[in-house]
């Protein structure tokens, strides 16, 4: 089994790059953004207090998200691996990760980690609010809020993998294409490693 973490500031190009790795590898795909806009579309009680919180910029409780990850890891026993998206962003949701992958004896292969400057950052969001009809990114307030959570609460959940050298950081400035290439090439480097 293999498992990826793809790791990132907001609007680093996880979920852009996601979908391309999810074809070639054919990992499943859990993204806890993506989760929690569809609680928030079919108006749950969980969807509706997740809205209040993103709309701040700010990090949906752990609890919550460790819930809806552990409830997709048992509705997926026989994939091939799982390609995490957005998830852990923080220390307690990796340490919770871990012992949830450790149950199924199926621990993180590796973590994609992709680095793009907070200007780029705010300019890619801002671009996207203009169509994507994401509260969250229609506000430069909101960027700046989210990309401040990111360090403040997120950018240790590296260290934490770091440890068990599983960190590989990866330029995430350039064109898609580029950036999925490289991405590659660590991941084929890993996949063989662990053969
Ligand atoms: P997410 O849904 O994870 O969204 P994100 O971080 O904003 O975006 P992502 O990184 O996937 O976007 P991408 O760069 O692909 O989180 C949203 C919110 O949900 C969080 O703020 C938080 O409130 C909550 N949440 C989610 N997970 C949580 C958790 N585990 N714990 C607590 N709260 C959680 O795309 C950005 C734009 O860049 C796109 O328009 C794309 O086209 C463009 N782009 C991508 N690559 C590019 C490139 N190489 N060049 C130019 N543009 C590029």
Redo the contacts with the bound molecule.
Sequence with gaps: MFNLILF???????????EKLIDRYGLKHL????L??SEIARQSALGLE?KK??DK????P?EV?IGMISSALDQNPDVNGFLF??????SA?AEALDKLLEHRQAPISVMIALDVSEEELVK??M??GET?GRS??TNEQVIRS?IT?YHNKTAAVADHYQKFDKVKMIA?????EE?FACICIEIDLRKLQQT
């Design positions: 990132g500031p907001p609007g680093s190009g996880k979920g852009t790059q996601s993204s806890t953004g993506d929690l806009r997740a919180v993103m910029g700010q990090l949906v752990d998200v998206d957005g998830f852990p962003r923080t949701q890619r969001l671009k996207r994507s969250d990114d989210r959570e995430g400035e350039g064109s898609i950036i």
